[in-house]
């Protein structure tokens, strides 16, 4: 093995020798980047090869560079980079001529611009790089998307300057970073990463937060902000506030932090029942206003005889010996188990259970709409 591993560096040396690029070399022999022939090229402490300019090159340069796109220059010019490229025009003073838009070019950017993703545009003026594409936008008046609110125009102005790509996308969940990006520049903003005052952000956030609350009635649920689209994701309230709850507490809302009875915050229905979190307060909730009588934290061995039932609590109990439990967690494995050891002793056992689960928290008419009518 130690042999085959020698023999195959001394092929990468000859290779390297030779002038062949570290990336092709690395896909010669089934490695993942350059850098790592790169080390290796080091480890076998060989001379670093200095890459001369032929004069068949030069003719190259000359020809070529003032028209041709990079793909192609880079493909002649091998083992030439594009910046080594680039300095040797400079020193010859050879000028690249491409950055000039032909009409035709101008038209597609035209009818396109506010219609298709910058990749897309990429694709349909292929001598053109992303920057080019937005430099050229802005000067021809095109970066004004009218779909745009004042509300995301005064957010982007607010913190454009101190955000970063992955959180503008959050705070702004309508928009992807193209439209970001072209907005910006139309509106002349630039980044200041040094600039760490996040309060226009915090405040953002909280007075979403309220917005949303205040439309629900209630404290909203982190799985309710991951799916409306016009939120900012809870992963953007953990950043900026340390978790989802204390942006609840900041904003005068009861947060949500409870798991197996370990709350801080009771949480008291209307008929005064301790309740273990904000789901399991909106659903005693809806009963007492629906007229469902119920009973709470039932023992399952109170009900059934079964080995397994053990300590085990029902979350509510209706009329019928019908059992109703709230699954808050299924997708955690600990919680499953516990989970599926419930709906197996109910399904053993005849007992008719009625699951809820995280998504279901809106859905409740539906859910229980037979049953209301029923009794």
């Not at 956030?205 to 016009?230: C, H, S, V, W, Y």
């Not at 709850?245 to 197996?260: D, E, G, H, R, T």
């Not at 080995?307 to 955690?332: A, H, S």
Request: net charge positive; hydrophobic share 35%.
């Amino acid at each position: 093995m130690e042999l085959e591993l020698i023999n195959k560096y001394d092929l990468i040396k000859e290779d390297y020798l030779n002038g062949m690029l570290l990336e092709d070399i690395a896909i010669k022999y089934n490695y993942n980047n350059g850098a790592y022939i790169s080390y290796i090229i080091n480890k076998l402490d060989i001379k670093k090869r200095v890459n001369l300019w032929t004069n068949e090159q030069i003719e190259i340069l000359n020809e070529k560079y003032p028209y041709e796109t990079w793909d192609v220059l880079i493909d002649l010019l091998k083992p030439f980079t594009k910046n080594q490229i680039t300095d040797k025009a400079s020193c010859l003073k050879i000028k690249r001529l491409l950055h000039f838009w032909t009409d035709e070019e101008v038209n597609i950017l035209k009818d396109n611009f506010n219609n298709i993703s910058m990749k897309e545009l990429i694709k349909l003026i292929p001598n053109k790089t992303k920057s080019a594409i937005g430099s050229k936008a802005i000067k021809l008046n095109l970066t004004i998307d009218k779909s745009w609110t004042d509300e995301e125009i005064n957010l982007l102005k607010s913190i454009y300057s101190i955000t970063k790509k992955k959180e503008l996308l959050e705070l702004l969940p309508n928009r992807s970073a193209d439209t970001i990006t072209v907005m910006a520049n139309s509106l002349g903003l630039k980044k200041d990463y040094n600039n760490t005052n996040k309060d226009k952000i915090k405040k953002f956030l909280i007075d979403k937060l309220k917005e949303f609350a205040k439309e629900l009635g209630r404290t909203p649920m982190q799985l309710e902000i991951k799916d409306n689209k016009d939120m900012p994701g809870h992963v953007t309230y953990n950043r900026y506030f340390g978790s989802y709850s204390n942006a609840c507490i900041i904003a005068n809302l009861v947060p949500n932090m409870c798991l197996f009875g370990k709350n801080k915050n009771v949480l008291l229905s209307k008929n005064n029942d301790i309740c273990l979190s904000i789901s399991e307060l909106i659903i005693t909730n809806y009963f007492i206003d629906n007229n469902i009588y119920y009973e709470r934290n039932v023992l399952y061995r109170d009900l059934i005889n079964d080995k397994r039932c053990k300590g085990k609590i029902t979350d509510w109990i209706l009329k019928d010996n019908i059992i109703v439990e709230f699954f808050g967690m299924p997708n955690k494995d600990y919680y499953r188990v516990k989970m599926e050891e419930k709906i197996s002793i109910c399904k053993d056992n005849n007992i008719k259970l009625i699951e809820i689960y995280p998504n279901d928290i809106n859905k409740l008419d539906e859910i229980f709409k037979d049953y209301i009518n029923k009794n």
